[in-house]
């Protein structure tokens, strides 16, 4: 008798995405998510990457303490409108 095991190929964490602006800086939480902090160190919100069928999404959330969850701001494809939705929320 034999014993099969299967191994699962282990998660590889993103690098942060380039933000065009100056304004805000990523900040690593997770293996894909980084809280958004602007120039004063102040949190605006998270950005998580969401793997998709036609590439990476980008995901606005902002944390609800009270819950300890995360809620959706919205969903981009391009890491500079993820973060300017948290930036004008």
Known sequence: MSERTSAT??????????????????????????????SREYVLGHLRIVPDPLGLRY???RLHLATGRFRLIGEFWRADDAVAALRHC
């Open 9 to 38: 190929a282990p998660e590889v964490p993103f690098a942060a995405p380039r933000l065009s602006s100056e304004k805000e800086h990523l900040v690593r939480a997770a293996d894909h998510l980084w809280r958004v902090q602007d």
């Open 59 to 61: 995901r606005a959330e």
